[in-house]
């Protein structure tokens, strides 16, 4: 069964306090990894696709990494309307093309 | 362009009723998928439509279904609503189902 979990749970960042987040999975074979973030009462927001270890993307502040078995997102110098909560996703082949979530990290940034 | 669009936005119903959400996928896209999200939680996988075929079932009870449009729109009917079905709906489009999904703003369903 494919799994997903996020770490932390919640973090709480000064702005411009870079740090990372971790999504770590188990999954029979990747097709892909999703990032999105969700603001609160939204539907989830695309960030990232990752399809093979060593990958890497970028988007303003934000750069999501992958390895064989987790995926960081990278946030450097975070504004408070980085505040969200980020979620990880996993979709396995061959055939299911279902995401699997984890339960995300929600973050704050403080001014 | 617009996005993924869902209605009703907000819903309240008392259990033992049925309920219709609707999804309008990005023009282009041939997949919905739709997914359910207690608060707090990531969200969970329901079903999977593509070319109104379902491609794909979550773990839920047969109390749910959907059904997707020729014109690739979609509903997801849920019977016989239990407490426990309160949450965020969600509906996701992509152009097969085997790539980046898009999500909707949700349906926010409230059983009482």
């Known amino acids: 069964e494919d799994q997903v979990t996020q770490s932390p749970e919640a973090l709480r960042l000064q702005e411009g306090e870079s740090s990372s987040l971790n999504c770590s999975y188990t999954?029979?074979?990747?097709?892909?990894l999703f990032w999105y973030r969700q603001d609160p009462g939204k539907g989830p927001e695309f960030l990232f696709t990752?399809?093979?270890a060593g990958e890497e993307k970028e988007k303003e502040r934000l750069k999501a990494t992958l390895t064989k078995k987790e995926s960081f997102l990278h946030i450097t110098a975070p504004k408070p309307e980085d505040s969200a909560t980020y979620l990880c996703a996993v979709q396995a082949r061959p055939g299911r093309r279902a995401l699997t979530f984890g339960s995300g990290t929600r973050l704050q940034v403080q001014p | 362009d617009a996005g993924v669009t869902q209605s009703p936005t907000h819903l309240i119903k008392t259990r033992g009723q049925h309920v219709t959400l609707r999804c309008s996928p990005i023009?282009?896209?041939?997949?919905v998928s739709w997914y359910q999200q207690v608060l707090g939680q990531g969200p969970q996988f329901i079903f999977q439509?593509?070319?109104?075929?379902?491609?794909g079932r979550g773990n839920f009870p047969d109390r749910f279904s959907a059904r997707q449009f020729p014109n690739y729109s979609s509903e997801l009917n849920v019977n016989a609503l239990l407490l426990g079905d309160s949450a965020l709906y969600l509906c996701?489009?992509?152009?097969?189902?085997?790539?980046?999904?898009?999500f909707g703003p949700g349906t926010r369903l409230l059983v009482l």
């Open positions: 996701a489009s992509s152009t097969t189902g085997g790539e980046t999904q898009y």
């Open positions: 023009s282009g896209h041939k997949s």
């Open positions: 990752l399809y093979s």
């Open positions: 439509y593509y070319e109104k075929e379902e491609r």
């Open positions: 999954v029979s074979g990747l097709r892909g």
